[in-house]
């Protein structure tokens, strides 16, 4: 299967502590977004690449958030110092360029900050 | 801003029964609309989608959703449930800011299966 990818499916931390998603698109998709999803909620942008340009920030992603997509492949999400807040199903998902803007999901990805 | 609106948090209908979830949604231009269902602990996973051809649309698993503009509405229905469709389904709207083409989701609404 070569659909979207993300690592850790699930990450318990503390607060305070650093935590690093990972998330490969399929391969052919140029385009690669974040999203946050709370409990009970829809997914809420965070972030857009463009081959390796990152072109939109939502004003969710705090400073305490950074992510990159080196060489336009896979992608990374860091959370610094984390708070309870944080704690959210964190989803990668990818599309080509010229679409009519439909996204293929990853797994998502689990955060827990005890 | 476009934006969907899904009406009714919480779906519960019996097993073979219709099945219709609420969706509308605010746009200033003919829009690009989708369906997404998410099982638990899961990504989202597409049913179906409107890009302005027809406007009825057929989807997976015997989903289907009709575009009706007069009303701003993209309701989803099937016509007889199964239990494998209890999960959570999500509207949304492409959006295109800046020159960047990104979704935005409604709240969900949670669909519960009677035996």
């Known amino acids: ?114 | 801003a476009q934006s969907v609106t899904q009406l009714g948090s919480h779906v519960s209908v019996s097993e073979g029964a219709l099945v219709l979830l609420r969706c509308n949604y605010s746009s200033s231009v003919p829009p690009y609309l989708f369906w997404y269902v998410q099982y638990p602990n899961q990504g989202l996973q597409l049913l179906l989608k409107y890009t302005s051809a027809a406007t009825l649309v057929k989807g997976i698993n015997g989903f289907e959703a009709e575009f009706k503009k007069s009303e701003t509405s993209f309701h989803l229905t099937k016509p007889s449930a199964h239990m494998s469709d209890a999960a959570e389904y999500f509207c949304a709207v492409s959006v295109l800011v800046q020159g960047a083409q990104k979704l935005v989701f409604g709240q969900g609404t949670r669909l519960t299966i009677n035996p």
């Open chain 1, 1 to 114: 299967d070569t659909g979207v990818s993300q690592n850790p499916r699930h990450k318990i931390t503390k607060r305070g502590q650093n935590v690093t998603f990972r998330c490969d698109p399929i391969s052919e998709h140029n385009r690669l977004y974040w999203y946050r999803q709370t409990l009970g909620q829809g997914p809420e942008f965070l972030t857009y690449f463009q081959n390796e340009a990152q072109l939109e920030k939502s004003r969710l992603l705090s400073d305490r958030f950074s992510a990159e997509r080196p060489k336009g492949s896979f992608s990374t999400l860091e959370i610094q110092r984390t708070e309870q807040g944080d704690s959210a199903m964190y989803l990668c998902a990818s599309r080509l360029g010229g679409s009519t803007g439909e996204l293929f999901f990853g797994e998502g990805s689990r955060l827990t900050v005890l």
